[in-house]
Every structure is written in structure tokens, then in C-alpha cells.
């Protein structure tokens, strides 16, 4: 014990350094720096690289879960209280439907070395992000419970249900199976991943007409259930930070989960027994598809257009070092799948990858799609507690997104 | 009988305009002006969003999808900056009135129990017959309870009396949030109260949260639990300005305490029970935190709820819905207090 933790102090120290020998080169001379951010390990890193660049600028970061709430308020201001924002697929799009962020194509010419063209994310020919992870939800299992009761490792939600039957009916767990049902956000990001695994499109082309109320749509939502019948009861309360607990407890021995959390699921804290036997694979596929029930997701940086120019360049030449950023990438390693040039896959980032081999679709970046996503957070919940059919619950899904669209304009 | 307000009685009007006026404007500045823009807003929709088709690359390769139109939008936006006009639109439509809606499941349903499902099922409703059952168990609730421990306090040794107030009106102090947070955890399936359940009725499976019916109870017991308070502290100050002589009369007619406190007691403080009703009304019409404290939006969903719903859960903010609602809430809120306004003002009228 004693010496892991000098282990940790003397890292630490290395990190520190070294650490500030090699990033206090960025000469920022002025202008000042506020960036909004989520909240887990991987950002965490990713800003404190950044800030050690900072120069004689102002930095200011505000990691919250509930970025998503703060930010199109946030950098609609002008200015606005952000210099940037670190995004995902699904959070840029808002962000462009207002018209909040700046292009990035001549910051990236004149700031951008080492940023690789990979990373770029352009809409319309313009450079609008720059990309520095990739994340996605699969399959965690205890290899242990496992290996006791001769099952082998799930590849499939078929799978994944019979596998939680046959723990359940050993008696050795009673809710095996763990995911984020969480009414709301968490839950229709599940609806979303298993109706993708099973081939299905959430509008009819080229238009922005819900098309989920059909065979597919009744089947991602009967696996849905399924899988909350082999979980905790409570499943309707439970985002990731509280399955992640479930799991630690040692209560749950199949669980999905977003790949950014590995890193604090395989950390030293909590039960070294669970820990050792806790396994990482690719995500599921469901009803026979090819590609998985999942979504590929990015993580990359944009900037508020509300915002001076000193500020955006500042603000750049911070974040950019931080996105090409090799020795970060090295030391943080297990916390995230960097999209940086020199990263090296360890065995955390081995659910995103497999995602990438099985050609795992991105989450679409589509205008109406947030109204989409939080139509189905609440109405599918009443089909999960049996008080409804699930044809009712994807017509509501369909009237509730469609009087939301016809009022922000898409219909 | 009846505690008159001296301030009305006495006062002249004159005075009294110059001693409410700053209240007034203040009322106006931060209450009325932001009512009369939501108002405004809720008549108003978002203008048709104009598309286009664009190639759009990331780490995982590259596909023709669509983006919002930023140079034609911005000029119609620049031009008309409150949206389209959509009248009662918003209002009517499937997430608020659901006027058509209804009217559909009138003609196609067969029975009335049909009917009422379906007229359930839409958010507005769901949301609303959850408010009112709030509102309809907790404040009596609240008024019953505070009332009973006020009258036990005051019957109390006054040398124990301090600690015991501080201790009755603890609910209040703490954050609504916080409290609800810590009942949440209590009621966990492996918390002391869900475990304790658990075994005492024998069904390991029982979970609080899990359950629509025990979600709502546990919501409107922690309602009272919190609301209570606020009746107590009014009604234990009320019950200071019972004048004794009537209750030693009564006490040396024979009266029991329960005649005491239905013929003297009860009278005298009407007025502060009127006034603890319309807040506790007021309030509980509002119930919103014990819905985000027990991450109860699966199972309960209040007005106050869905507004929030409309501004923060979505990534696209719905601002036309939120102002919809907020009138709908104002609305109902004036329903509600309604016959208690009107019965108070006719005794009013009388007492002059």
C-alpha cells in the first residue's frame, strides 16, 4: 500500500517536471482563455495539458455534467462566457443550428502543426472542430462469474439476456446485467444505439419525418426491456456514475458502458478482486446485424463565434497543443481513445476499437436529432414499467417530436 | 372575531399608496414585466428552419447530411428576432391542450375508461393530474399537521420549547434539494429504509423507485414532510394571540380540549389558516424539486417539471413551450386559489 502510493507521488512529481519543461512553450502573450467542458478523467487531462501552455493568458475551465444545460445560453451571450467548448457529436449540433461557433480553418494553417487531418471535423468544407478522443458504449463482464458458471463471452444482446438469465438462475447475482436507463438523456441514448443495431432509421430520407414507429422500432424497444427486467429494479434512476457503483459493489456481472469510464472502473480504488476480473469487449450486436448496437462518438474542441479574435487564437494555440500533444498521450493513455497522432491501444480502449472494426455507425449529426433524443427519453418509459404497448409508446415518441418540431421549425 | 389587518383599516390611502409603492414597482420590474415577455413569447415559434445538404467529414469518415442554413436564417431571423407568429398555437398543440388530439380520442375511443387513458397519456395532462394530487394531499396534509404539532408545543413546558421549535422547523432549513437527495438515498433498494421494507414485507424485489404508485407516495410524504414546517411556525405564532379569558371560561364550563379547540381556538386563527392554505396551494402547485431530487422524471411529472424539460433537457432549447406552460401554470394557480380569494374577499366585504 505504502508503496503504490510513493509510486503515485513520485510520478507525479516526474510529470511535474517534466511535465512544465516541455509544455511552457507556447508563448501566449495574451488574451484570455474560458473553456466549458464535461466532467471525466480523459477532459480533465486534456485541459490541464492545454493550461500548461497558457502562457502569461487567462485560463479559466468549468468541467460540469451538465454542460449540455449551460451551453447554448452560455456562448449565445456576446460575448460569450466561453472561449470554447468542448464537444461531441450530438452537443456541436445545436451549437450550429444557432450559429454559435467560429470556422477554424486559418487558426488551423497557422497554429494547427501536429494536428492531424483525421481530427479535423468539417461541415461543409469548413473546419469546424478538432477531434481528440473517440468514445463509445460495449460490453463489460466479470470474467470470474464467467468462467464459474461455463458461459462464454457475450457477442451478442441475444447473448448478453441468456447469459443473465443463467447467473440470475445460479443465484450468485440477482440483477446481473447493468446499463444507464436513467429516464431522460441515458435512456434514449440506449433506444438509440440498440435501434442503429438493428438497422433502423430515425427519420424517412432526406426529411425531417420520424420514421421509428415500425417492426424495428418494436423490437429495439421489447430487447430494451428485456434487459431492464435482468436489472436492478431502480434501473429507471441509474445514469453511468450510479451503474458504475453497481458494478464496483460487485453486484452486476454484464454491464454497457460508455468507454471513457474503463479508466475509473479498472483504477486501484474499490475491490482489488473485482477490479482484476473485470473484462472489457466489443459491443453487442442484437437481432443478427452485422454492425453493433452502438454509436461512435468523438470528443473535440470548438470555439464560440460571440468572442474576440485574441481571445479564439488564444484560446486555439492552448487547446491545439493539447490536441497534438504526444507525451499526453503517452501518460494518459489508459484514460481515453486519443485520436492523436502516436497514441498506442492499450487494453482499456479495446471496446472502442472492436466499435471501429465492426463499422459501428457515428451518432447522427443531424439538426432535429436532439429533439428526437429527448422525445424518446420520456416516452418510452412507460412501456418499460408495462403500462403501455410499445406501438403507443413509439407513436408517442413520433407526436411528441413532431409537435416539438413543427414548433422550432423543422416540419 | 378574527384577527382584522391594521394595516388596511387604519391606514389612510394616501399613505398607504406612498408605503407600497416601492414594493410595487419592484413588483412590476422583477413579477410583471418577465410574466407579460414570457406571455409574448409563448405566442411565438421558432421560424421554418431552412436546410441544406452538406458533406460532413469526422474521425469515422465522411457522409452527406444536413446543416441548419446559417445565411438565410440569420437574415430571417434578423428581420422578425421573436420567431413566427403561431397565436395559440403552441397551446393547442400535442404537448400542452392537445385539443385535436382529445377530440380524436373522444370519436375513436369506446369507452370512457379508453378515453381518459388516452387523454392521460398526453404530457400535459400526465403532468397536470400529478400536480394536483400533490397539491390535493400534501396541503391539507401540511394544514393538518402543522396545526397538531403547534397545539402540542404550545401545551409543552416553555423551559424545553426553544429546542423543540428549533427542531420541528429543521425540514424547512434544509435545502429542498438536499433533503429530497437524502430520503432518495434512504429508499434505495440498499438503503435503510428500502432494505428494512424489503424484509419486512418479505419481497426482495420491492423497490420504492421502481413503482409509479410508491414514487408518488414517497413524493407527497416527503411534501408534508418538508411543507409542514411553514404551517407550524404561522399557526404557533397565531395560537399566541388566543386570548385566554374565553379558554378558562370554557374550562370552567367543562369544556373538553377538543370542544376548546374546534369553538375558540379554531375561530380565533381562521384567517392565518386561509392565508397558510393559499401559500401552501401556491407552492405545492409548483412541486418541482422532489421530481430532480428523487429522479422521479421517469414515474412523476409536474408542470414545473416540464418547463424545465423544455429549456434544459433538450439540447434544443423549446422556448415557445416553456412560456406555454409557465402561462398554463399561472393560470391554474389562479383557479385554484380562486374560491379561497373570493370566500375572503366576501368576508371582507362583511366585516366593514
Known amino acids: ?44 487531462t486534456f485541459v490541464e495539458t492545454a493550461k500548461g501552455c497558457k502562457g502569461s493568458a487567462d485560463f479559466k475551465v468549468t468541467h460540469s455534467s451538465e454542460h449540455n444545460k449551460i451551453a447554448v445560453p452560455a456562448l449565445t451571450a456576446n460575448p460569450s462566457e466561453f472561449s470554447a467548448r468542448i464537444a461531441a457529436n450530438s452537443s456541436i449540433v445545436p451549437l450550429m443550428n444557432q450559429d454559435l461557433i467560429r470556422p477554424l480553418d486559418d487558426l488551423v494553417k497557422k ?16 473546419i469546424m472542430a478538432v477531434a481528440f478522443m473517440a468514445n463509445t458504449q460495449h460490453l463489460y463482464y466479470r470474467e470470474d462469474v464467467l468462467k464459474e458458471l461455463g458461459i462464454a463471452v457475450p457477442k451478442t444482446y441475444e447473448e448478453v439476456v441468456a447469459a443473465s438469465e443463467k ?110 476480473a473485470t473484462k472489457l469487449t466489443g459491443p453487442a450486436t442484437v437481432a443478427g446485424g452485422n454492425i453493433p448496437a452502438a454509436t461512435l462518438w468523438w470528443d473535440g474542441f470548438t470555439l464560440a463565434k460571440n468572442r474576440s479574435d485574441a481571445d479564439a487564437e488564444a484560446t486555439f494555440r492552448a487547446l491545439a497543443h493539447a490536441a497534438a500533444n504526444k507525451k499526453m498521450v503517452a501518460d494518459a493513455a489508459d484514460q481515453a481513445v486519443w485520436l492523436i497522432e502516436g497514441f498506442k491501444p492499450g487494453p482499456k480502449s479495446i471496446g472502442v476499437i472492436e466499435a471501429v472494426k465492426m463499422k459501428a455507425k457515428p451518432y447522427p449529426m443531424l439538426p432535429q436529432m436532439g429533439l428526437m433524443h429527448g422525445a424518446l427519453g420520456s416516452e418510452i418509459v412507460e412501456f418499460l414499467q408495462g403500462k403501455e404497448s410499445a406501438e403507443q409508446a413509439l407513436k408517442d415518441v413520433e407526436a411528441a417530436y413532431m409537435s416539438k418540431a413543427k414548433e422550432q421549425g423543422f416540419l | ?26 413588483m412590476i420590474l422583477f413579477i410583471g414585466l418577465p410574466i407579460i415577455s414570457t406571455g409574448i413569447q409563448s405566442f411565438y415559434a421558432q421560424h421554418d428552419q431552412v436546410v441544406k445538404e452538406v458533406k460532413k467529414c469526422d474521425p469515422f469518415g465522411c457522409t452527406v447530411s444536413i446543416v441548419v442554413d446559417q445565411e438565410k436564417t440569420s437574415k430571417i431571423r434578423e428581420e422578425k428576432p421573436l420567431g413566427k407568429f403561431n397565436g395559440f398555437g403552441t397551446y393547442v398543440d400535442r404537448n400542452h391542450l392537445a385539443i385535436e388530439e382529445i377530440g380524436k380520442f373522444w370519436n375513436e375511443t369506446n369507452s370512457f375508461g379508453e ?79 428500502g432494505a428494512n421494507l424489503q424484509m419486512l414485507m418479505d419481497d426482495p424485489y420491492l423497490s420504492l423507485k421502481s413503482s409509479k404508485t410508491l414514487t408518488w407516495i414517497t413524493i407527497i410524504i416527503y411534501g408534508i414532510w418538508h411543507h409542514s414546517p411553514f404551517a407550524f411556525v404561522v399557526f404557533y405564532a397565531a395560537l399566541q394571540t388566543v386570548p385566554q379569558e374565553p379558554v378558562e371560561a370554557a374550562i370552567i364550563d367543562g369544556a373538553s380540549r377538543w370542544q376548546r379547540v374546534r369553538h375558540i381556538v379554531l375561530p380565533h ?83 366593514r
Open chain 2, 269 to 351: 386563527i381562521y384567517p392565518v389558516v386561509t392565508f397558510v392554505a393559499l401559500i401552501s396551494l401556491m407552492d405545492n402547485f409548483r412541486v418541482f424539486e422532489p421530481i430532480i431530487g428523487f429522479s422521479a422524471e421517469g414515474s412523476a411529472q409536474s408542470l414545473s417539471w416540464l418547463i424545465y424539460d423544455n429549456l434544459v433537457n433538450e439540447e434544443v432549447i423549446l422556448f415557445g413551450s416553456a412560456a406555454a406552460t409557465s402561462m398554463m401554470t399561472i393560470i391554474g394557480i389562479a383557479i385554484l386559489l380562486a374560491p379561497v380569494l373570493i370566500r375572503t374577499w366576501k368576508e371582507f366585504r362583511t366585516a
Open chain 1, 111 to 126: 497554429y494547427g502543426k501536429g494536428i492531424q487531418d483525421s481530427q479535423l471535423i468539417t461541415i461543409d468544407g469548413k
Open chain 1, 1 to 44: 500500500m505504502r508503496e503504490t502510493n510513493m509510486k503515485k507521488i513520485l510520478i507525479s512529481l516526474l510529470f511535474i517536471l517534466f511535465g512544465t519543461s516541455v509544455y511552457a512553450d507556447c508563448n501566449i502573450k495574451s488574451g484570455s482563455i474560458n473553456i466549458l467542458a464535461n466532467d471525466f478523467p480523459a477532459l480533465r
Open chain 2, 115 to 193: 378515453f381518459v387513458d388516452q387523454v392521460t397519456n398526453l404530457p400535459f395532462y400526465k403532468a397536470l393530474i400529478f400536480t394536483l394530487t400533490y397539491c390535493l394531499f400534501v396541503t391539507p396534509n401540511v394544514l393538518l399537521l402543522g396545526f397538531i404539532i403547534a397545539l402540542s408545543l404550545n401545551a409543552v413546558t416553555r423551559r424545553i420549547r426553544g429546542p423543540l421549535i428549533f427542531g420541528t422547523i429543521l425540514p424547512m432549513i434544509v435545502t429542498p434539494l438536499v433533503g429530497s437527495l437524502v430520503l432518495f438515498w434512504m429508499i434505495d433498494a440498499e438503503g435503510i429504509i
Open chain 1, 167 to 276: 447467473i440470475r438462475a445460479s443465484g450468485k447475482m440477482q440483477y446481473p446485467y447493468a446499463a444507464a436507463y436513467k429516464a431522460g438523456w441515458n435512456l434514449a441514448e440506449e433506444f438509440v444505439n440498440m435501434y442503429i443495431g438493428h438497422g433502423g432509421e430515425f427519420f424517412k430520407t432526406g426529411t425531417a419525418q420520424p420514421s421509428i414507429n415500425n417492426a424495428k422500432g418494436v423490437a429495439t424497444l421489447n430487447m430494451l426491456k428485456k434487459l431492464a427486467g435482468l436489472s436492478n429494479p431502480d434501473y429507471l434512476t441509474h445514469d453511468s456514475e450510479a451503474i458504475k457503483v453497481e458494478w464496483e459493489s460487485g453486484n452486476v456481472a454484464l454491464m454497457t458502458l460508455w468507454a471513457s469510464r474503463s479508466g475509473t472502473l479498472l483504477d486501484d480504488d474499490g475491490d482489488a478482486k473485482i477490479t482484476a
Open chain 2, 1 to 26: 372575531m378574527g384577527i382584522k389587518s391594521p394595516l388596511i383599516t387604519l391606514m389612510p390611502n394616501k399613505t398607504f399608496f406612498w408605503f407600497f409603492l416601492p414594493t410595487g414597482l419592484a
